[in-house]
């Protein structure tokens, strides 16, 4: 009786072994990319008088989101003109990369902070996702 179930057992491994299909050829082999592209705009829709103004751009194209960072110095900051700018910006962005519009993802931030120099700078951040 042990040595017919021993027998069974390993017949059952044997051909199950025979008929197993890797995970490799059963899975598409196909490369996702998850990185984030960090863009700075050449046309940033700046105020001619804030000089010291930047925008970045960090873009995930796999989920089609956008990180918009404003930032300048404290003393030239202005709420207003960062909005317009980085709308602006938003907006060239939609149109080269042929999406239809935006959402905001969460409701803009502010942040106000002084570098290793103790200049105090002032940096307005954006969350959007982007639709086809």
């Given at each position: 009786?042990?040595?017919?179930?021993?027998?069974?057992?390993?017949?059952?491994?044997?051909?199950?072994?025979?008929?197993?299909?890797?995970?490799?050829?059963?899975?598409?082999?196909e490369?996702?990319?998850?990185?984030?592209?960090?863009?700075?705009?050449?046309?940033?829709?700046?105020?001619?008088?804030?000089?010291?103004?930047?925008?970045?751009?960090?873009?995930?194209?796999?989920?089609?989101?956008?990180?918009?960072?404003?930032?300048?110095?404290?003393?030239?900051?202005?709420e207003?003109?960062?909005?317009?700018?980085?709308?602006?910006?938003?907006?060239?962005?939609?149109?080269?990369?042929?999406?239809?519009?935006?959402i905001?993802?969460?409701?803009?931030?502010?942040?106000?902070?002084?570098?290793?120099?103790?200049?105090?700078?002032?940096?307005?951040?954006?969350?959007?996702?982007?639709?086809?």
């Open positions: 009786m042990k040595k017919s179930i021993a027998i069974l057992l390993s017949l059952f491994v044997i051909a199950g072994s025979a008929f197993a299909q890797s995970t490799a050829s059963a899975l598409p082999e490369k996702v990319d998850i990185s984030v592209k960090t863009i700075i705009p050449e046309n940033q829709h700046l105020h001619p008088e804030d000089k010291t103004g930047k925008i970045r751009i960090e873009y995930i194209p796999m989920s089609n989101e956008a990180r918009i960072y404003y930032t300048c110095m404290y003393v030239t900051y202005d207003g003109r960062a909005m317009n700018s980085v709308l602006g910006v938003l907006e060239d962005f939609t149109k080269q990369n042929q999406y239809i519009r935006y905001y993802m969460e409701q803009d931030r502010e942040k106000f902070y002084k570098d290793n120099r103790g200049i105090s700078w002032a940096q307005r951040y954006s969350h959007v996702r982007f639709v086809r």
